[in-house]
């Protein structure tokens, strides 16, 4: 089974701190995606990576930043954590390779994120 | 860019029932995922259905793409089989982003 984790289930952090968060996979998949979840939004795509050191913006990238120095590895920053990044985060990650993104994707635990 | 309905919005039941949560979608999609959002917020696959039929144990999903939409069918429904289902489909081009609907939210009572 494939099998996503993350860092922490619940985070509460204060303004302006600089938050991580980490998500790992352990099925060698080349995709790696970072999306919040609000009420009345629904999923939101934040950074996806499709290799090591690779990076690119979704809908709404800005107060965040990713890194992926490892393929198993994706995380999400906050540089100056705000109260409008209180939310859910998911992790997910698939598998296609050579840049193609339309594959299954899993989803880890989540992390819900507290801003005070 | 493609949009993603799903009906019904709310829906309760009571155990051992059946249900039929529906997704349409706007535009042609070759990629279709249900997931079932449990009320600690995981997202758990359940099909990954482009087109045809699946089935896996008490769940079924069609999708008939020619028509844009797909069926996630839940017979005899346990409590556990509460929470939030989602469809996904990915949109134009090759971002990897994945179009959730808004959701059905089941709720089965014992």
């Known amino acids: 089974d494939v099998k996503v984790t993350q860092s922490s289930r619940y985070l509460v952090k204060r303004t302006g701190e600089k938050v991580f968060l980490e998500c790992v996979q352990d099925m060698d998949h080349e995709n790696m995606f970072w999306y919040r979840q609000d009420p009345g939004l629904g999923l939101r795509l934040i950074y996806f990576s499709y290799d090591v050191k690779m990076k690119e913006k979704g809908d709404i990238p800005e107060g965040y930043s990713v890194s992926r120095e490892k393929k198993e590895r994706f995380s999400l920053i906050l540089e100056s954590a705000s109260t409008n990044q209180t939310s859910m985060y998911l992790c997910?990650?698939?598998?296609?390779?050579?840049?193609?993104?339309?594959?299954?994707?899993?989803f880890g635990p989540g992390t819900r994120l507290t801003v005070l | 860019g493609i949009q993603v309905e799903q009906s019904p919005p709310d829906l309760i039941l009571q155990e051992g029932a059946n249900s039929t949560l529906r997704c349409n979608f706007s535009?042609?999609?070759?990629?279709l995922q249900w997931f079932h959002q449990n009320p600690w917020g995981q997202l758990i696959n359940l099909f990954y259905i482009p087109s045809g039929t699946k089935q896996n144990g008490r769940l079924s999903a069609t999708t008939v793409a020619t028509e844009r939409y797909s069926l996630l069918y839940i017979s005899s429904s346990q409590t556990t089989d509460s929470g939030v289902y989602f469809c996904a489909v990915y949109g134009s081009g090759n971002t990897g982003k994945l179009i959730f609907g808004q959701g059905t939210t089941l709720q089965v009572k014992p």
């Open positions: 535009d042609s999609v070759n990629n």
């Open positions: 997910a990650s698939s598998l296609l390779a050579g840049g193609q993104l339309k594959d299954t994707q899993y």
